[in-house]
């Protein structure tokens, strides 16, 4: 039989025991707790910033839609009152006909009404806010059609034209606004071009979409214009409107796309438009 004394060594030892285990149960139930609260921290942290994020989005929306309300109200303003103003400019030109002097100033008067009605198109492109007229039409027709448009400009700058666009290439899209967002895209590589040079198109279809390029062999984007091409109103040329991005990021948004912009390493800028498989299918 064992003695008291072994009886309460063994006692002491099993408490010291379990009273070891307790203490590593409660160590490990303490880190595995700091851990989830590090964890959930994290995800705490990662959602306000997704909300601020929102909330930064919402807020720039919410002063383009004004911006565009108040635009929208003065190009249509400002249109109603070219028309008069250009009728009697017309007639003005009729009885001055005798006196080239006058017709000098009125040619110019006239140049600048012409640019104040582009500035006018453009605000009313950039401002309306339609949804696509969804339908099926061959990509290569549309970029010919635009270069044709061009014709007499590229020669006059003497740029060469390199399409590469398969011949069977459709899309699903609104194509008038497509139309509009490679026309700028369009001009705005031939304004970068004004010695001359050559524009690329570019169409291939991966799986994300369609990808359209349009590239030049221009300058490149100024620094301040690749951080901020796209915002309306930015603008680097003297007599720039700011708005022809704006409008192609628009309509890329609203077919659900997005639109990229990038030097090219071998000079000239790229502007790339994705028209997601998604939004087609969407459409379909
Ligand atoms: P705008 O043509 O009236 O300036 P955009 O919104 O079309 O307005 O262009 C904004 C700016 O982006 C331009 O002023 C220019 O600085 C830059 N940019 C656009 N396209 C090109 C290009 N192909 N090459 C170099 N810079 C460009």
């Given at each position: 039989m064992p003695d008291?004394?072994?009886i309460a060594e063994t006692t002491t030892l099993r408490d010291d025991c379990d009273l070891e285990t307790v203490l590593a149960a409660w160590h490990a139930a303490t880190v595995q707790l700091e851990q989830t609260h590090e964890a959930l921290r994290e995800e705490v942290r990662h959602l306000t910033d997704e909300l601020e994020q929102k909330n930064r989005e919402l807020a720039r929306k919410n002063r383009l839609a004004d911006l565009g309300r108040m635009a929208s109200h003065i190009a249509h303003e400002v249109r109603n009152n070219l028309v008069p103003v250009t009728l009697y400019m017309s007639l003005l030109r009729r009885r001055l006909s005798e006196?080239?002097?006058s017709l000098g100033t009125l040619d110019k008067i006239e140049s600048?009404?012409?640019?104040?009605d582009a500035t006018v198109h453009d605000l009313l492109h950039f401002t309306s806010d339609r949804d696509p007229r969804w339908q099926s039409f061959?990509?290569?027709r549309l970029v010919e059609e635009i270069v044709e448009s061009l014709a007499p400009q590229l020669s006059a700058q003497s740029i060469e034209t390199v399409l590469d666009v398969p011949a069977d290439q459709t899309v699903r899209a609104d194509r008038d606004m497509l139309r509009r967002a490679l026309l700028n895209l369009t001009l705005n590589a031939l304004d970068a071009m004004p010695d001359g040079g050559t524009l690329s198109v570019t169409v291939a279809s991966t799986p994300r979409g369609v990808e359209i390029e349009v590239a030049d062999t221009g300058d490149g984007l100024p620094d301040d214009a690749r951080q901020r091409a796209f915002e309306p109103f930015f603008?680097?040329?003297c007599g720039g409107t700011g708005l022809g991005l704006a409008i192609v990021h628009r309509i890329i948004e609203v077919h659900g796309g997005h639109v990229t912009a990038a030097n090219c390493p071998e000079g000239g800028a790229a502007f790339t438009l994705c028209i997601p498989t998604h939004a087609?299918?969407?459409a379909a």
């Open positions: 008291k004394t072994t006196d080239p002097g600048g009404l012409t640019a104040l061959s990509l290569g603008t680097t040329k087609l299918e969407a």
